[in-house]
């Protein structure tokens, strides 16, 4: 072996340093595709409608037991009768999919379909990582004669500045859960739920033993997703936290400070529950507790002797006593990032999913639903999905902006604060104003 | 005639002719040469997975980059609104507790058992090995391990209640959350320290306890006298270790308690971590990793000169 010479040993650094330099430019803004629209050219107007589907589609979501064996019989259906077609589902662990979903977008390997929180589809439409929906491939003019195949309202968690980005899917609006039993045990009628928050605070004095460690209500504390929920109901809708133009925060009006005031008074938040509030109320530690759909098999799962129907129950999200009634609600959907470059095909298999013909299974197997038109005709034998059809008409999404993670983190804490104890509603509500007054 | 016999001819002669200078100085240069050429591979990996991403990183603090889109030059608007971020002066003040409050009574406590765990024997050999167990089991298991540990229910909640202290929400009270963290991690830490301490006592010259034995020192004093000042190096080893370790602590806040109740477990990385991946204000996250690093840096040197002042006179 020669002596390497000074020459070769800087040849060398220097072929390193380059292939560094290529590695590190491959994670450096604007030297990869960053999901800013730039997937292949896609077909559009008849060309879209036209176009054959085919190619392989990768289809990310998260994991849900019920829900993964009815979308790979759906999958195996798709193949059969499109035949050129190849669909790759990944299913993510649910607490994983967020981040895994923005490293691929980061890294330019987004899927070509993908279930995302429609709460985050603001901020990854002004990041231009989401397609606008191709109203050809759905075989609609424009979006307002797509918009017609909906229940009223049923694109609004979809549609930003005016665009469709996706199709709903998995809609909730959310419930009262609340224990029939704790409720016979304290001597209140478990057919006859607290419709207005002052019954709910009557019933939790009730429920509520003398050292707390049983409560009424339980809030979920901790969890983004519904703080926005619960504070939505209680602060008077969207405009309650964020005022009707959206644009300035407006929790220490005395709506806020009301709910607020009403979030300490209630519950035990030194009570831990990590699983959504469930935990607590599958156990019977708290008899109150604000859930979705989802919650329903998870208790039954949680605790096996618990039965819905029997044990708990599932009523309207309660209204202030001659307030209005607001039902919180959230929803999934099918989008196609702009990355993806099977686009035409991507939104070919998203219409095909949403087909009445294929909702029957998604609902009646999953409890997944799609605000299409006449959708509460398929859930006739299941009550929370009844329940949640007739809620609809009052849902609200909360606040829908490009920085909703921030802002659910700031509620999140500020509802953590108060139920704690260790800051006071009004001081609360203001440092949340304030707190968003530098992100808006 | 000469009695010496004459030089063959060729290489070897040439080398053998070169003064001994010469030669020296040559097989330092190949010896060198061999040295660099085997470093060349880390010294890539270094350049490559911490340089290039460092340097990106000081780019990056000065830039609105949010994982998306070009980075827009911003100058020093990120370091200017670290100032004014009130979260951000929360998570230094937690950092602050989470960082004294579990460096001090690991090392104190790692310190204390390696003086008698030093000691020869079977038995020591055995104990040693056993403190080490929670060092090498992986952060992620150890921290759900200690989820169920501090769960309604679990451990640490019947053992209070069964000595008369009621039911405490280890995890889900503002007021002990953070000290929850903190009994975990020093568990999980000190039988690493022991181990590093158990070495440096090892290495120690018997010859000095034996003569302050003989001169009657007692045991506290042969301690702070002796057995420290010498410890000083191995002491300032596990100090930087255990204090930059504690500074860029996230997987217990991250896995036990996701920053809560009320932020009091949000420490600085899993603050800059929500920022980074949850708002997805990189750049701002960057600057907040910048400052992190200089902070670890100017404690790092303060532990050097405050506990090596003295060495060099």
Redesign the interface.
Known sequence: MTDPTRRHLLRASAAGLLAGSGLLGACTPGSSDDGSGSGAEQPKGKAAAAAKPKGTLFVWMHESGAYHKVFMKLREQYEREFPEVTVEPQFIPVGQYDTKLLTAFTGGTSPDVCKIGAWHLHDHVAKQRMAPLVPEVFKASSTDELAARFEPGGLEPVTVNGKIYGLPVDFNTVFLLYRRDRFEDAGLDPDRPPRTWEEVEAFSKRLTNSDKSKVGMQWVIGEPQWSVQQLTALAGGTGGILGDDGKRAVLSRPAGVKALEYVAGLGNAKLRDPLFGAGLFGKGTSAMTFSGYFAIDMLTTYNKKLKFGRDFDVAPVPKWSGGKQISPAYSWCWSVPSGSSNQTTAWHFVNWLQDKERQRPQVEDAGIISPVKGWPELVKGDKALQLMAKEQPHADFGPQIKPWTEMAKALTDTMAAVAQGSQSPKAAAKAFDQRMGSVL | MSLVRAAPAGPAARVAKRPEGQRRSARR??TA??G??LS?PV??FF??FWV??FC?TVY?SF?D???????NWVGLENYR?LL?D??LHNSIKVTAIYTVCSVVPTVALALLAALPLARPGKVNGLLRAGLLVPAVMPFVATSIIW?IIY??GGLADTTLDGLGGG?I??????RYAMWSLIVMVVWKHLGLFVLIFTAGIQGLDRDVFEAAALDGAKAVRTFFSITLPLLRRTLLFVLVIAVTGAMQSFIPAYLLT?G????ATEVLPLYLY?NA????KMGYASALAVVLLLVMLILSAAQFRVLRGGEDE
Request: charged share 15%; net charge negative; hydrophobic share 45%.
């Open positions: 240069r190949r040469g061999a660099i050429t060349l010294a890539a350049v490559v290039l991403p990106n990056l830039t980059y949010a994982l998306a889109g070009d980075a609104r004014d009130p979260q989820v769960a309604d039911h929400s280890w995890l889900g009270d503002e996701q809560g109740p009320a932020n929500n991946f949850g708002f997805q």
